[in-house]
């Protein structure tokens, strides 16, 4: 979970393999996949000095529900620009 723009946060979920914007109770997609495959198991996530959005994407949630492993690397740099926090 990390701080987001106006209140909210970011959090990864590992069973629905994404990562959603949590505000006012309300969970809202915001990475779904990269490079046109659905994530693996997004598990950490931090935003560094020039508003890249580092996440972890290991194959953990894929492994245990035998749900065949998308193609993405187990790290992850998305420039998020003005989202960031």
Known sequence: MVPYKDGAVLLCRQ???????FKDGAF????????????????DMIFSANGTLWITDPPYATRRA????????????????SWRA
């Open 15 to 21: 069973v629905s393999r994404d990562i959603v914007i």
């Open 28 to 43: 809202t997609p915001l990475i779904t996949s990269f490079e046109g495959h659905q994530l693996n198991s997004p598990n």
């Open 66 to 81: 035998r749900i065949p492993r998308c193609r993405t690397r187990a790290s992850i740099a998305i420039r998020m620009g």
